[in-house]
């Protein structure tokens, strides 16, 4: 699903137009973003977690090469799904139900 995907969704949902939808999306992940930057984890209940994350230093080989190359500690953003969205996923088939999947 795009973003423009996304919008559409919420727009027909909400009642509100396009535009209005679209600028509600931006501000939300512009707030996600800056929260991140920030070094503040951002929980959305039944969704998921969004933290910041350092990945130490290591070496690595260059391919073409096979140089050592040192790369640097770094900080990543990292996601956690929570266990509603891990079960919706996943789906009933899995959990031994005999329940056709919602399609």
Same mark, same amino acid.
Request: proline residues 5%.
């Given at each position: 699903?795009?973003?423009?995907?996304?919008?559409?969704?919420? &727009?027909?949902g909400? =009642?509100?137009?396009?535009?209005?939808? /679209?600028?509600?999306?931006?501000?939300?992940? %512009?707030?996600? #973003? !800056? &929260?991140?930057?920030? =070094?503040d984890?951002?929980?959305?209940r /039944?969704?998921?977690?969004?933290?910041v994350? %350092?990945?130490? #230093? !290591?070496?690595?080989?260059?391919?073409?090469?096979?140089?050592?190359v040192?790369?640097?500690?770094?900080?990543?953003?990292?996601?956690?799904?929570?266990n509603?969205?891990?079960?919706?996923?996943?789906?009933?088939?899995?959990?031994?139900?005999?329940?056709?999947?919602?399609?």
């Open positions: 699903m795009t973003k423009a995907e996304l919008v559409e969704l919420i &727009a027909q909400s =009642g509100l137009s396009k535009k209005d939808t /679209g600028v509600v999306v931006d501000l939300i992940l %512009e707030n996600i #973003s !800056r &929260a991140l930057c920030e =070094g984890k951002v929980e959305l /039944g969704f998921g977690s969004f933290k994350k %350092e990945r130490r #230093s !290591r070496k690595a080989r260059n391919p073409r090469t096979g140089a050592s040192d790369v640097p500690s770094k900080l990543v953003p990292y996601f956690k799904a929570s509603e969205l891990k079960a919706l996923v996943d789906g009933p088939s899995s959990r031994g139900t005999s329940a056709p999947a919602a399609q």
